[in-house]
């Protein structure tokens, strides 16, 4: 349909015959983002989808190196006659430069393009620490396995509500560890995480003894974050999470090695508190 063996750059209309070839040249690229797919499907049926100079890309081999998501897009749309920029002939390293350079994105950034939408650091960061926390016999630890934006816009997008009007109560200056806890903790309650976000947050009416009290004494006396203290904010924020549930007083705010002690909660989902238990599980069985 084109000679891809030969550079050039072409201003093309989509069509059916068109896209679905080009869709068979994508032999090598990642595992499509639904999410970002959608996105710009969503932006074609809204009559926003214009040409830019961010094209399709084929090499001389006969290729895709970018544009799967456009592409999947208009196939998604019905194949509409929008404009699309073609280059061809391009070298092998094409690929490779495209995802160095998104590479060199921060997450947020990334996030942003997927989602369509801006995706604050410390969200990232909090998602992300709450995606590598695992569970062992002795307690939670981080996984070294890197998230991708792709894992975290997906669960940005299954979890969007929750993680909204919690990241709203808390304010969104936490520590990620702590936030993280705090994300099951409203996979658990959204309304009684929220309750418990912001009285962490603000400290009004707060007695020694309540938990909130002391996890924000605990982020007070602990002012410094880092990887190394995931964990422990992870662990700490738990233990004020189960009682803050329980609605027990402290007397010492002390690490937390399960989600056990929260309340067994039945719902038409079935018991969620044992679902945040095989979460951070799951990953030894593997």
């Known amino acids: ?92 390293i094409a690929m490779r430069k495209t995802d160095q350079l998104m590479a060199k994105r921060s997450m947020a950034d990334v996030l942003k393009l997927i989602m369509n939408k801006t995706v604050s650091t410390n969200l990232v960061a909090a998602v992300t620490c709450h995606l590598k926390i695992k569970i062992a016999s002795d307690g939670f630890f ?9 894992e975290i816009a997906d ?14 109560a808390a304010g969104g200056s936490l520590r990620a560890g702590i936030m993280a806890a705090m994300i099951d903790f409203a996979l658990y309650d959204i309304d009684m995480a929220c309750s418990f976000a912001r009285q962490v947050r603000n400290g009004e009416r707060l007695v020694s003894s309540d938990p ?21 904010d992870y662990a700490v924020t ?31 989902a079935d018991d969620i508190a044992k679902k945040i238990e095989i979460r951070v599980s799951e990953s030894l069985l593997k």
């Open 1 to 92: 349909m084109l000679d891809y063996t030969k550079k050039a750059a072409l201003v093309l209309t989509a069509s059916k015959p068109l896209v679905d070839w080009l869709l068979a040249l994508n032999t090598k690229n990642r595992a499509l983002k639904n999410l970002h797919t959608k996105n710009i499907a969503d932006e074609i049926e809204r009559g926003e989808f214009v040409l830019t100079s961010q094209g399709i890309g084929i090499t001389a081999n006969g290729v895709l190196t970018d544009g799967q998501h456009r592409l999947q897009a208009i196939a998604m749309s019905g194949y509409p006659p929008v404009e699309i920029l073609v280059v061809t002939g391009l070298d092998e």
């Open 238 to 268: 738990v233990t004020a999470c189960i009682a803050y549930a329980r609605e027990d007083s402290m007397a010492m705010l002390r690490k937390s090695s399960s989600w056990e002690r929260l309340p067994k909660k039945l719902s038409p």
């Open 212 to 232: 909130a009290y002391k996890l924000r004494d605990y982020i007070i006396k602990n002012k410094n974050g880092g990887g190394g203290r995931q964990v422990d």
């Open 155 to 168: 669960f940005l997008e299954n979890y969007s509500d929750e993680i909204t009007n919690l990241f709203d």
């Open 142 to 150: 981080i996984s070294t396995a890197r998230k991708s934006e792709g």
